[in-house]
């Protein structure tokens, strides 16, 4: 669900830049009023929660690939706008280091996944709470969540080839309308991916919930559940591996040598767009998650641990000047 670089046109990577601004704004005055600064630095156990999840890409028959993002995992924990501060950081490291998303629809990711994501899935998980156990409650919200944040940015993709056009007719960015768009951006996230997320929010609920009664670890029922996260958090940097076995690139992140010879209209497309041609790109440390020198695993799983590393270490300096 990242956007890559020049997918979007600069006035649209522009107006949804813009349009995070105040979100980000009440973000971070909702969590300076409502989080006291010894707890900054869960927000940045959520961050690393959702920086390894979206490690783990799944294959769809077809050749593509998706993840999980835990947004409604972390608003459960932190609240909505504590979740949007989270996945934004998530967001701006992958995009910073890893070459995960574009600088440039840093703004669009993350309004289709910190924004739009934890706030659909949270208001829908509040809603359901009330009639069913917690960790269903989340599950059907995380389901609900990510998929609304898939339509949003198929919208994204399909309002560019109506909009941003040569003399030719060719599409300048993305190159395929809101017809081709929305069903293949919603097909894998209604099914597998849709489903991963709903097993990842819902299954981390349940087992939070049980640390926090004292069934899981710890005999300390305040601090299990911080516990409980770091144990996990360690085994899926461990697994995160998995992903580099699912073949092929997620929808709408195809590196520019590859899309003319796409075939998603049934006939291959032709030509490059000229904005993926001619557009920003920024040389990054680890594109990929892959690191020069090492094999794929160990480059994968350093990965892990330096984005983990880093989001965490935002939020406990986040913490510390706060508290000053």
Known sequence: MHIPENYLSPSTCGVLAVAMAPIWYISIQKVKKKMPAEKLPLLGIAAAFSFVAMMFNIPLPGGTTGHAVGGTLAAIMLGPWGACLAISTTLLV????????????????????????????YSLYQILRKHLPDSLAAAVGGYVGINAAALVAAVEFGLQPLLFTNELGQALYCPYPLSISIPAMMAGHLTIFGLAEAIFTGGLVLYMSKAKAGQQIGTNSDQSPISAL??????????????????????????????????????????TP?????????????????ISGLPDIFGYVLSAIMGTAMVILAFKLMSAAVAK
């Open 94 to 121: 992958q995009a910073l280091f890893f070459g995960d998303g574009g600088i440039l629809a840093l703004g669009a990711n993350c309004f289709n996944m910190a924004f739009v994501l934890p706030m659909a899935g």
């Open 230 to 271: 770091y144990a996990i958090l360690i085994a899926m940097i461990v697994l995160c591996p998995l992903g580099l076995l699912a073949e092929g690139t997620a929808w709408g992140e195809w590196a520019p040598e590859e899309i003319a010879e796409l075939t998603e209209t049934g006939t291959a497309l032709g030509y």
């Open 274 to 290: 000229q904005g993926l041609l001619e557009g920003f790109n920024l040389e990054v440390f680890f594109p990929d998650y892959a």
